[in-house]
């Protein structure tokens, strides 16, 4: 499975944007997904997680209010709508897929790097104050 991130750019506080992932060379809703983000000097951290069908999501209590995470099927896509930035939210953002659709019912494992088996390159985000 091959992902491309895209989306990332320049915003001002307050501002939103859209990122998307898009997969190639697996069946695409065979695939729960994932968003991580890593800012400069710090480990990467989870950010939100989608099931296969898009049914079920979770997501980090620091972006829970203003992200919302989605895929479309049919284009093999999954996105990350992002509103309300805050200059905290600036990191690389990455996408992530497991084999298997369905969320692992440990909050522990859904939000582990090591439950994810492919990863993108990232795309950079960066929120001026």
């Known amino acids: 499975v091959q992902l491309q991130a895209s989306g990332g750019g320049l915003v001002q506080t307050g501002g939103s944007l859209r990122l998307s992932c898009t997969a190639s060379g697996g069946t695409f809703n065979n695939y729960a997904m994932a968003w991580f983000r890593q800012a400069p000097g710090k480990e990467r951290e989870f950010v939100a997680t989608?099931?296969?069908?898009?049914?079920?999501?979770f997501y980090t209590g620091s972006v829970k209010a203003r992200f919302t995470i989605s895929r479309d099927n049919t284009k093999n896509t999954m996105y990350l709508q992002m509103n309300s930035l805050k200059p905290e939210d600036t990191a690389v953002y990455y996408c992530?897929?497991?084999?298997?659709?369905?969320?692992?019912?440990?909050?522990?494992?859904?939000?582990?790097?090591?439950?994810?088996?492919?990863w993108g390159q990232g795309t950079q985000v960066t929120v001026s104050s």
């Open positions: 989608i099931s296969g069908s898009g049914s079920s999501t």
């Open positions: 992530a897929a497991k084999s298997g659709p369905i969320l692992s019912p440990s909050m522990r494992r859904r939000s582990s790097e090591n439950e994810y088996d492919w």
